[in-house]
């Protein structure tokens, strides 16, 4: 999985946005109860990146908290430990609605899209029944989901791109269908071949599905978490997340803070 795309995952996808996460995510978790109960007990936090990728959003974490950096892709984690192999980060190849950490986290993070990933919803609320188990009592699901109102403006009728790199070439094809709510994307890499003239193609598919908020807050309350809050947008790190605007249709991506009681 991903075999091709992690080679090459931060040139597409901006590293802003995990500054962005951990910037949001700071200041409540300078608040949590789970925090502070590692600190009583003289611990240093474990966090979890479930669906770690390449590792970027686990490395700016470790800087505060112990981490385990999770993923089902052997790609994804080889590429994390060559980006990040000197930071103490423990790296685990895991279907992260199976996970097993072997301690309690004081929070997961499942980021930029990573539950969009998941297209059957039993596997979905096994996640999310597998994180409450892990958290410690305060702890927090950090996670985002892109809606349909994302998949609906962008690829809808199927939208494509071309994307010319000093490696070689990427063309990208996403089409969404509403009847599934499933987004398919087909990627085709044409990689430089060294000391030849000639380009190797791959070929990939990724698929994603919409995950409808009503569907979200039963497979999180079935979990047992209680407080639930969604945010349109990242708020700035200095801003009460309490004061974020409520949430609408329209929205092209969804912020979840859901704390274990």
């Known amino acids: 999985m991903y075999r091709f795309l992690s080679h ?3 040139m597409l996808f901006p590293y ?4 962005a996460w951990k910037d949001f995510a700071r200041p409540m978790l300078r608040r949590s109860r789970a925090v502070r109960s590692f600190k009583d007990r003289g611990e240093r936090p474990l966090v979890i990146d ?3 990728g390449t590792g970027a959003l686990a490395d700016l974490l470790a800087t505060y908290y112990d981490v385990i950096g999770i993923d089902i892709s052997e790609e994804m984690l080889d590429q994390a430990l060559k980006n990040y192999p ?3 980060i423990l790296w685990v190849r895991q279907d992260i609605a199976k996970m097993e950490t072997g301690r309690p986290a004081a929070a997961i993070f499942a980021t930029t899209d990573t539950l969009n990933h998941i297209t059957v919803q039993n596997q979905l609320y096994a996640f999310f029944r597998r994180a409450y188990r892990t958290l410690e009592s305060g702890g927090d699901l950090f996670f985002d989901v892109v809606t349909e109102e994302f998949f609906r403006c962008f690829y809808g009728d199927g939208q494509c791109s071309f994307e010319d790199f000093e490696w070689g070439s990427f063309f990208w094809r996403c089409e969404y ?3 599934t709510q499933k987004a398919v994307y087909d990627i ?4 430089k071949c060294e000391d030849r003239e ?3 193609r791959t070929d990939e598919r990724i698929t994603e599905r919409v995950w409808p908020e009503s569907v979200l807050r039963d497979g999180l309350e079935q979990a047992g978490f209680r407080r639930i809050r969604i945010f349109p947008e990242l708020l700035h790190a200095g801003e009460d997340d309490a004061a974020a605007p409520p949430c609408s249709q329209g929205w092209e991506r969804l ?6 009681p």
């Open 8 to 10: 090459y995952y931060e």
């Open 16 to 19: 802003r946005q995990y500054v």
């Open 50 to 52: 479930a669906g770690c």
């Open 86 to 88: 000197d930071r103490g």
């Open 177 to 179: 269908h509403q009847n």
């Open 188 to 191: 085709t890499y044409f990689e």
């Open 198 to 200: 000639l380009y190797q």
């Open 255 to 260: 912020y979840f803070v859901c704390e274990k």
